[in-house]
Structures are given as C-alpha cells and as structure tokens.
C-alpha cells in the first residue's frame, strides 16, 4: 500500500529514534529536515562534553525544533558521564540523606549541564518506589521504597532539572518498583495492592508541573488485565489523562523492549502505544539504524490507514510533542551556559522554596550528596578504621541490566589508591570467583587490609558465598556494599554507600582512610 508523504511526515512527528556515533548519519539528517520529531542520546554518541554540544548544534542545523533527550538519571545510568562515572549519586543516595534542598541543587545543577550541552528532556527522574529489593532492573534509581519519601523527591528533581529549562520526566508510568522482572526480557507485573502507592510519586510529579511522563511496559492487572500500560488505553488515557489529570506529554519506555516488541513487533507495539494515548515514541537503544526508524514510521501510518490508530490521535500526538518543542526553545537553555561551573544556579537560587539552598563541598554537591549518604556500621570492638598500610581490595562484579551502560566505571580500589599509594585492587565476576581463585586473593594480600566491596549481594548467591569465605579466613575485613545494603551485618566494618557512582566510591575511600 502506498502511504501519503503527509502522513508519512506525520508519523515522523512523533518518533524519537536513536543512531550510532558522534556525528548524525545522512539518514537521519534527511529525516530531521523532512520533520523528525526528537532524538534519543545514549552513550555511545557522547565523548566528551564539547563533542556532544557539537552533536546537538549539528542536529538543530538539520532541524531547530527537534527535542533532544537522553537518560541521565545520575548515579549509575548515567550518560553525561559515562567514561568517568557520574560525579553525583542516584537516587537512593539521595533518599538516604532525605533533604530536598540537596535534591533540588543537586539536579539543577544536572539541568545546566544537559542544557549546556544543548539537552532538552532529562528521561529522569525514576519516579518508581523501590519496595521489592529483589527489583532487578530499579534498585538504587529510585529514591527509596517508602511512597512518601519517594514523592517529595521526585517533586524536588523535577524543580531542580526543569528550574534550568530542561525538560523532567517522571518514569516509569505506573510504577515499576514493586516487580521481579525486566522489562527489557519479559512483562513485569503489578500487584494491585500496591498500585496505590505506586501512582503516588506519578500524582505528585503531575502536582509540580512535570513536562513528560515516561510509560512502563507493566501489566497492571487492576486497570487493564490483557495489555501493558505503554499499549493499555485505560491506564494511559483513562488513568494518566482522565484520572490523574496529566496533560504534558507521554513518552514511551524504549518500544524494542521484550515487554511490548515481542507480540506486536516494534512497529506494531508503537502504533498501539500511540492508539492507547502515548504522544512520543522512544526506539533505538537496541535497534539504532536506519531500517528500524523507516519500519516504525510506515508501521504508524499503515495503521492510520487501517483504522487501527484514528489520525486524530496520532495529530494530537504531534500537538503535544509541538508544544514541548515550543516551552523548550522559550526557555532559553539550548545550549546556552552560565559562564561558570554550573554550580553558580544551584548555590544562589532556592528554586522558589524560601530556603536557603545547600552550601556544596570543594567537590560539588554531587560529592556532597555521596557523602551524606554513606552510613557505616562497626561490628568490631577494634580499631579498624582508618585502615593502616595499603590495602588489598576485592571487588565483586555482578552483570547489571541493560540500563546501566557496562562501560561505566566504578569501585572503590580507583579512588582508594590516589589517598593510599600502594593499594592493590582485584575485580572478579561470577565466573571468576572461584574457591581457589579467593584462596589466592587470601595469600597474596597477607596481613594487609582487606576490603571487599560488592553490589547487590543479596541478589547474587556468588557474592554471598565469596563474601563467606573471604570472611571466614579474614574477619576483619572490612565491606563496602554499592549496591541496595539488605544486610548491614556483613565484615568488621559494614559502610554502605547506596550507589556505585564515582562520587560514591570517593566518599567510601574517605571513609576508609579516615578524612570524612
């Protein structure tokens, strides 16, 4: 069937499609030009900080309307930051510390620089409340797993980032903490009994003014018992719009995600997204290429021509992505800076509340932020903080989901070494933490201090079992947990610092060594 250059156009008007490299290929620049919509960012198309205002300057060349996004949650999905790792802690962290100031700085702070860099939607904050600590795919992204604590953080995110003229978005609609499965291999289910607490970060968010709200591939069985909530019409438009009363626009969680793909295709899980009420579709973290955007639009427009998505819809889709083109370019960020470090807004500006905002650290106050979430627990009448000579440090790397770039460094040996010279450090995986493989880590580093620092080692039984056996020979050890801290019960000293961020490995080495 041949289908209409305007509707075509109009298809294109709601995609947010993601591409390899640092540079825009000629595809998408012919597609920007024709009237793309946005772009998705990930890592892989920012070097540096320079590189990506670059990138972003390029794309507006194409198209000065087009919005830009990326997921730049802090903490471990991070993209800004994805070569060095985040110089401010995720959400948990923040939780932790429980001061909303430190929140709303800390993320206005993050708005300058995406604005700086030519951003226009943050795909953050997880508005999600973590109260399953076996969530595979949350954890340390959300800010905690009590409903209220999350809400009033989720509110302070979205002032900060959208004080600085980027764009917040409140994810992932209706609520993905309470769940055991990605969503990335399978469809997450949400218990009724908990679809209350759930919405109410989402209820907040809409309360603060949030610009986007991001859907969730969840099947939410109270609402809609047959269809995830990114291709359910009773929880997008009955639930979001009508119940809630959300009137921004509604971006879906990337569409080639097992969650929807797997029955519909991505074409199809995309015209339905859009039929159930999504205005924007978000498609190339997996599949980046050219074939994959053209498969999406001609999928959008087939199914105006069939009925299945009303033209009306997919023209009030467009409306809305408009109107938050339109709210971006007013506010002024696009790659505009403040002359300074990006600190000067968060330092001198109370967002509107009458408080006084954090005084920050020499570090920043992403540093100060990691550093006001370590909590540490002595399980040994001796002195075993600061640590004496260099230490020996075992760290245990378990496989984290596919929000969490692999790329992203962290740990504890890196920053531990520039404050105690000498320090060694080895990191194992699942496969290489074997008994005899641990019994030589116990050799080699003799009497020397040992800190072994895991990530979620409730969820892991390799870690626990090389936890064990580390400890077994070597109770003095002292353990860092980087992770979701279910046990604080774990070494001679137990120092949680509820994320793997740079920061917050800098802030466990200070611990260690005694200068924090």
């Known amino acids: 069937m041949s289908l209409s250059g305007d509707l075509l156009r109009l298809a294109d008007a709601v995609l947010f499609p993601g591409f390899t490299g640092h540079t825009p290929p000629d595809w998408l620049r012919r597609r920007l030009g024709a009237g793309l919509a946005g772009v998705a960012l990930f890592s892989r198309n920012i070097a540096d900080p320079g590189g990506l205002a670059r990138l972003t300057a390029e794309l507006r060349a194409e198209n000065p309307s087009v919005l830009i996004g990326t997921d730049e949650e802090s903490g471990e999905?991070?993209?800004?930051?994805?070569?060095?790792?985040?110089?401010?802690?995720?959400?948990?962290?923040?939780?932790?510390?429980?001061?909303?100031?430190?929140?709303e700085a800390l993320a206005r702070d993050l708005g300058h620089d995406l604005a700086r860099a030519g951003i226009d939607i943050d795909f953050a904050p997880s508005a999600d409340v973590n109260s399953n600590p076996d969530n595979p795919v949350i954890g340390l992204r959300a800010f905690g797993a009590d409903p209220s604590l999350v809400a009033r953080h989720t509110r302070a995110f979205v002032r900060g980032l959208?004080?600085?003229?980027?764009?917040?978005?409140?994810?992932?609609?209706?609520?993905?903490?309470?769940?055991?499965?990605?969503?990335?291999?399978?469809?997450?289910?949400?218990?009724?009994?908990?679809?209350?607490?759930?919405l109410h970060p989402f209820r907040e968010a809409i309360d603060e003014g949030v610009k986007v709200i991001m859907t969730g591939h969840l099947l939410v069985p109270s609402y809609d018992a047959e269809r995830p909530a990114t291709l359910?019409?009773?929880?997008?438009?009955?639930?979001?719009?009508?119940?809630?009363?959300?009137?921004?626009?509604?971006?879906?969680?990337?569409?080639?995600?097992?969650?929807?793909?797997e029955a519909y295709g991505i074409?199809?899980?995309?015209?339905?997204?859009?039929?159930?009420?999504?205005?924007?579709?978000?498609?190339?973290?997996?599949?980046?290429?050219?074939?994959?955007?053209?498969?999406?639009?001609?999928?959008?427009?087939?199914?105006?021509?069939?009925g299945l998505l009303p033209e009306e819809r997919l023209a009030d889709a467009a409306r809305r992505v408009r109107e938050l083109a339109g709210w971006a370019a007013s506010s002024g960020s696009r790659g505009h800076s403040d002359g300074g470090t990006?600190?000067?807004?968060?330092?001198?500006?109370?967002?509107?509340?009458?408080?006084?905002?954090?005084?920050?650290?020499?570090?920043?106050?992403?540093?100060?932020?990691?550093?006001?979430?370590?909590?540490?627990?002595?399980?040994?009448?001796?002195?075993?903080?600061?640590?004496?000579?260099?230490?020996?440090?075992?760290?245990?790397?378990?496989?984290?989901?596919?929000?969490?770039?692999?790329?992203t460094p962290w740990g504890v040996g890196e920053p531990l070494a520039r404050l105690r010279p000498g320090t060694?450090?080895?990191?194992?995986?699942?496969?290489?933490?074997?008994?005899?493989?641990?019994?030589?880590?116990?050799?080699?580093?003799?009497?020397?201090?040992?800190v072994v620092v895991v990530r979620d080692a409730h969820r892991h039984p390799w870690q626990a079992e090389a936890l064990r056996r580390l400890l077994g020979v070597r109770p003095d050890a002292v353990v860092v947990e980087m992770g979701l801290p279910v046990r604080s019960d774990l070494g001679a000293v137990h120092i949680a610092t509820y994320g793997s961020a740079r920061v917050c490995g800098q802030a466990a080495a200070e611990v260690l060594t005694g200068s924090l």
């Open 77 to 103: 999905v991070t993209r800004l930051e994805v070569a060095t790792g985040s110089s401010r802690p995720g959400g948990y962290a923040l939780g932790v510390v429980d001061d909303v100031r430190l929140t």
């Open 162 to 198: 959208q004080s600085a003229g980027v764009a917040a978005t409140a994810k992932h609609f209706p609520g993905h903490g309470d769940t055991t499965v990605d969503s990335h291999h399978g469809v997450p289910v949400v218990a009724e009994s908990g679809i209350q607490d759930a």
């Open 232 to 261: 359910s019409p009773k929880v997008l438009t009955g639930l979001l719009r009508e119940e809630l009363g959300f009137d921004g626009l509604i971006i879906t969680d990337g569409i080639e995600m097992a969650a929807v793909s």
């Open 267 to 306: 074409g199809g899980a995309s015209a339905r997204a859009l039929a159930a009420g999504a205005d924007a579709i978000c498609v190339g973290g997996e599949h980046a290429d050219e074939a994959t955007a053209d498969g999406v639009r001609d999928a959008i427009a087939t199914a105006v021509t069939t």
């Open 342 to 407: 990006g600190l000067e807004a968060a330092r001198h500006s109370d967002g509107g509340t009458g408080l006084e905002a954090p005084r920050h650290s020499d570090g920043g106050v992403g540093l100060e932020a990691a550093r006001r979430a370590v909590r540490v627990t002595r399980r040994s009448t001796a002195t075993v903080l600061p640590i004496g000579p260099a230490p020996h440090v075992v760290e245990l790397a378990p496989e984290m989901n596919l929000a969490i770039d692999k790329a």
């Open 424 to 450: 060694t450090a080895t990191r194992l995986t699942a496969g290489s933490a074997t008994g005899a493989e641990l019994d030589r880590l116990l050799v080699l580093t003799g009497d020397r201090p040992l």
